[in-house]
């Protein structure tokens, strides 16, 4: 059974870090795409950044909205996807979902979170004050 488990949600002000953790379990790395998505008022569904193992002339993706700001990688303990944000923005204040697939979308307007296809956390809250 495949498990991802979301962590490391909070509040912060703008400006501040955060990081987030997705531990998996169930799936082999090299096999998916892991990444994050996230759900705000107005913004039903948004991919924000996504590791690909799969190709190994793969790079990170990052939304626009977050590039420069945010970092995706895998971890240690190895079954591990981190999140790092910085200088956070109240537009980042979302839910966080950690997701899993052969290849994760673009929510191009549609509710990709939570989807019967892939595989899905329960999210964590990142509330982000001005």
């Known amino acids: 059974e495949v498990q991802l488990v979301e962590s490391g949600g909070g509040s912060v002000q703008a400006g501040g870090s955060l990081r987030l953790t997705c531990t998996y379990s169930?799936?082999?790395?090299?096999?998916?795409?892991v990444g994050w998505y996230r759900r705000a008022p107005g913004n039903e569904c948004e991919l924000v950044s996504t590791?690909?193992?799969?190709?190994?002339?793969?790079?990170?993706y990052y939304a626009d909205s977050v590039k420069g700001r945010f970092t995706i990688s895998h971890g240690n303990p190895k079954n591990t996807v981190y999140l790092q944000m910085n200088n956070l923005k109240p537009e980042d204040t979302a839910v966080y979902y950690c997701?899993?697939?052969?290849?994760?979308?673009?929510?191009?307007?549609?509710?990709?979170?939570?989807?019967?296809?892939?595989?899905w956390g329960q999210g964590t809250q990142v509330t982000v004050s001005s």
């Open positions: 169930g799936l082999t790395f090299e096999d998916y795409e």
């Open positions: 997701a899993a697939d052969t290849r994760l979308r673009l929510c191009s307007g549609r509710p990709l979170i939570g989807s019967d296809r892939g595989y």
């Open positions: 590791l690909n193992s799969i190709s190994s002339f793969s790079s990170p």
